[in-house]
């Protein structure tokens, strides 16, 4: 179960009807007075009505309740996204112009593509190297700002296996459009494959220092995920063998962009 996801798609629904509901109703109000209280349909203007002191309360209590209310749910998701549960397994993600660059524990890293297991909560440290970005992926209702000089977080719980946007959500320049990348979420003994295989392909513009050591995914569940030294063998050092697939192809071309966008 994604809390997150429910709670910010309740509080959408909730602030959506109320809004729906006001807007039809004035509308019609707006209408019906139009011809009812017409020139045309009263000759003489209507002067008995000066005021209502019910009419007052109700039109100041009840917007007031409905803003409470759009709070409470608002605050209800908010409170959730920055509750980071402890056991989360840890991703750095960095923006920079004009893609996002990961790291997991052991080092590993992956330009673009976020590779995560299904079923686990990941936490992530969000920075830039140069200007405002922001990580956004609307699968999972979460979007936080990547600010040079400081750290932001953010959490979601990977519910279940799939291939999910990622998007820059902050201007950053002129591929702003194109900083896009893809949360592709595995089942956990394929991640594991995958996050402590040695990257052999270096890549010119980003770190891509040997993973160090096995990435756990979550501390208090030893079933399947070592941390022990005596597992280190499992980091694979050839690459020709490797049964599983680099998420290469998923790359965004970003010469490709830049050529479309001319
Ligand atoms: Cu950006």
Not at 12 to 20: A, N, Q, R, Y
Not at 101 to 106: A, G, I, S
Not at 146 to 160: A, E
Not at 188 to 214: C, H, I, M, Q, R
Request: glycine share 4%; hydrophobic share 35%; aromatic share 10%.
């Amino acid at each position: 179960m994604n809390q997150i996801t429910e709670l910010v798609d309740n509080s959408f629904i909730f602030t959506v009807t109320i809004s729906v509901i006001l807007l039809v109703g004035i509308t019609a109000a707006m209408i019906y007075f139009v011809f009812r209280y017409s020139e045309k349909n009263n000759p003489k203007p209507d002067q008995s009505i000066t005021g209502s002191t019910t009419l007052e309360i109700l039109w100041t209590v009840v917007p007031v309740l409905l803003v409470l209310a759009m709070f409470f749910y608002g605050y209800e998701g908010f409170r959730e996204m920055r509750n980071i549960p402890p056991n989360a397994m840890l991703v750095k993600v960095t923006g920079k112009m004009w893609f996002w660059h990961f790291e997991y524990e052991n080092k590993k890293t992956s330009d673009t593509v976020l590779v995560l297991p299904a079923g686990k909560d990941v936490r992530f440290e969000l920075q830039s190297v140069d200007v405002i970005h922001s990580f956004y992926v609307p699968a999972f209702r979460v979007k936080e700002d990547c600010v040079p000089g400081r750290t932001n977080h953010l959490w979601f719980h990977t519910s279940t296996e799939g291939v999910y946007d990622i998007e820059c959500a902050e201007y950053c320049g002129m591929n702003h459009s194109y900083m896009l990348g893809k949360v592709k979420i595995l089942p956990e003994k394929e991640f594991l494959e995958w996050v402590n295989k040695v990257d052999t392909v270096k890549k010119s513009d980003s770190v891509s220092a040997p993973p160090t050591g096995n990435v756990k995914t979550d501390s208090t569940n030893n079933s399947q995920v070592k941390t022990d030294s005596s597992k280190t063998t499992q980091v694979k050092t050839d690459s020709t063998k490797s049964p599983v697939k680099k998420p290469d192809s998923l790359k965004v071309n970003r010469k490709d962009s830049i050529k479309k966008n001319k």
